[in-house]
């Protein structure tokens, strides 16, 4: 397999089925404000959908470690991926009342990881690579500058797993991952039909390509 994939902004409980049926190692839901946004009853019953095969993701706008770990415990959560600027200090606090994997996110602007990210790298469990913008924090279907960052994550890469997302598709996806070698990638938008509905060819499709099924 080229990298684990993870089918991401799920809103009903068929299409994480489907994403488990179809071999994602992750399905994630989005806590954050935004058009996938579910609350924690929600998420249960959509992530309950996808079995025990797979490893449950939720994605968080805020950083407070209270109301993350309420959430974790009511959507019974494996992951949680922090969306909202995290620094190594917020990963630090929420792990004391979160015994699962802790993901942090680094929203990238121009071209270049920014130097105040760096020490995520060690300190989270998964550094997640999105396009920034102003409007939401994810979910946004604007692709990275792969090219130019893999300078950069090859110079900071250091214990952490690499999970790129921003404006993966299945037309793209097996470009992403030979220029920057992630071990997993996120999809959200790329396969959807509307925000929040997801396309069964199209979540097929990425994951034939992301996994090495599909001929380039």
Known sequence: MLAKVKFCGMTRPHDAALGAEIGAS??????????????????KRILDAAGKGVRR??????????EIARTADASQLDVLQLHADPTPNDVKTIRKKFSGEIWAAIRIAGTHIPPESE??????DAVVLDARSDKRLGGTGHALPWDQLAADLARDRGS?????????????????????????????????????IKDPWLMREFFAAASGMRAH
Not at 119 to 124: E, G, H, I, K, R
Not at 160 to 171: N, T
């Open 26 to 43: 992750y399905i994630g839901v989005v806590f954050a404000d935004g058009p996938r946004r579910v609350n924690a009853d929600e998420a």
């Open 57 to 66: 993701v939720g994605v968080f706008g805020t950083n407070d470690p209270d």
């Open 119 to 124: 020490m995520l790298f060690d300190t989270a």
């Open 160 to 196: 952490s797993a690499v999970v790129l997302a921003g404006g993966l598709k299945p037309d793209n996806v097996g470009t992403a991952i030979r220029t920057l070698a992630p071990d997993v990638v996120d999809v959200s938008s790329g396969i959807e039909s509307a925000p929040g």
